[in-house]
């Protein structure tokens, strides 16, 4: 058995935090791991986590076994933690995601000489670390999760407010220009009307990622262009409250610029809800082509840098030295154009059923077998890679 430490934050609705909680839930039963944690937050009521989550949580980070030396760091957190372990003895695992096409120049040096193992949810984002210059055989791609025991086709009362006779399309994420919701916005004003029997649910999150104006914004546009009615969402809401949204919609809209995987696509899909995406990007790699409906998109340049694009810190570079990229804009026209064809061919029933008849394969349960035998290959290494 050996001994394994998460490193991270566990208490509030960021991806982050989400990932850590069940890796604790799933790494916590193997008969081969002695689990500890270190949180980097406090409990905070506001997130409304489940209380047996809590409790076990708090219970591994209070665990006193002050003899046993940590086989294996596991470091999940933004900004990454780069301090060194206490014992030179410790391997390191670093879980990263990422969402642009470069990686800041510091990660890639940091992350082949530093970490025994770089996790990455996409092989997408695999491919831009390794564009960076990541040595191949310290990055492993493992994907997100799902709980399928939350996110099912299983029926439930909608989330207040509502209608699940309504055609409810759903788009979670956040004001960030990467997410896209100024794209929805801009096709759904011109082609949903107050009198279509659709709605636009904004689930955004702006106690993780940062108050912005996008209330006001929506309020705005409503007025001005009499469009389909939108309802904002900024609560913290529970797994089962997100699921109940979802199974009472029956479209999920996610128009990104960029992405380093996309779990709330998942969760929808695996609630039955059709999905509107980019015809390119990670979500290729879990959600088959033939499901759902695809945007075309525009190649641009931008300079990663531009604090509008909240892609670095200040002062960061990026691999292959330039500031400027490519990426993939999906057009306005193109996804109202979408949205419009499929919500006036909603008869068709056959295009949302197909959905219901997928199978997803990265349930928790299976995702988590796949961190184990990574961690347990690590933890066999003789000495850390960085000391060699």
């Known amino acids: 058995m050996i001994n394994v430490e998460i490193l991270g934050k566990f208490y509030d609705n960021h991806s982050l935090s989400i990932i850590n909680r069940q890796l604790v ?62 014992s030179p003895k410790t ?4 879980i990263q995601p990422w969402e642009f096409p470069k990686v800041p120049f510091e990660w890639q040096y940091r992350f082949e000489n530093f970490a025994d193992m770089l996790c990455v949810p996409s ?34 009362d909608p989330y207040p407010g509502i209608d699940p006779e309504r055609y409810n399309f759903v788009f979670v994420g956040n004001g960030q220009w990467r997410k896209g919701v100024d794209i929805l916005l ?11 029997k659709a709605t ?10 940062g108050v912005n ?28 409250e997100m699921a109940s949204i979802y199974k009472n919609s029956k479209f999920v809209v996610h128009p990104y610029r960029a992405e380093g995987f996309g779990m709330h696509v ?33 190649q641009i340049n931008v300079d990663i840098t531009n604090p509008e694009l909240f892609a670095l810190k200040p002062g960061d570079s990026t691999s292959l030295m330039s500031t400027h990229t490519f990426m993939n804009e999906p057009i306005t026209q193109h996804v109202g154009q ?25 349930t928790w349960k299976n995702v988590c077998k796949k961190y184990e035998e990574v961690i347990l290959n690590v933890g066999e290494c003789i000495q850390p890679k960085r000391f060699s």
């Open 266 to 298: 998942q969760e929808a899909v695996a609630c039955g809800c059709f999905p509107f995406l980019p015809i390119q990007g990670p979500h290729t790699e879990f959600i088959p082509n033939e499901i759902g409906a695809r945007f075309e998109t525009n």
């Open 25 to 86: 839930s799933h790494l916590n039963n193997s008969k081969k791991i002695n689990l500890f944690i270190t949180p980097l937050d406090e409990i905070n009521p506001e997130y409304r986590v489940d209380v047996k989550t809590l409790e076990k949580i708090k219970s591994l980070a209070e665990k006193d076994d002050t003899d046993k030396e940590i086989d294996v760091q596991i470091r999940h957190s933004y900004p990454p933690v780069w301090n060194w372990p206490t």
């Open 213 to 240: 104006n996008l209330l006001n914004e929506i309020l705005k546009m409503e007025y001005k262009t009499q469009c389909g009615e939108i309802i904002y969402i900024d609560d913290q809401l529970t797994n089962l």
């Open 186 to 196: 801009n096709a759904w004003k011109e082609v949903i009307k107050r009198f279509d």
């Open 123 to 156: 092989d997408y984002e695999k491919q831009v670390f390794l564009t960076g210059g990541m040595n191949p055989d310290q990055i492993v791609t493992i994907p997100n999760g799902y709980d399928d025991n939350v996110f099912n086709l299983d029926p439930v």
């Open 338 to 362: 979408m949205i419009q064809g499929v919500y006036h061919h909603h008869e068709k029933t056959e295009l949302l059923d197909a959905v219901k008849n997928v199978t997803l394969e990265n």
């Open 91 to 94: 391997k390191v695992i670093f």
């Open 200 to 209: 636009l649910i904004i689930k955004d999150n702006p106690s993780v990622y």
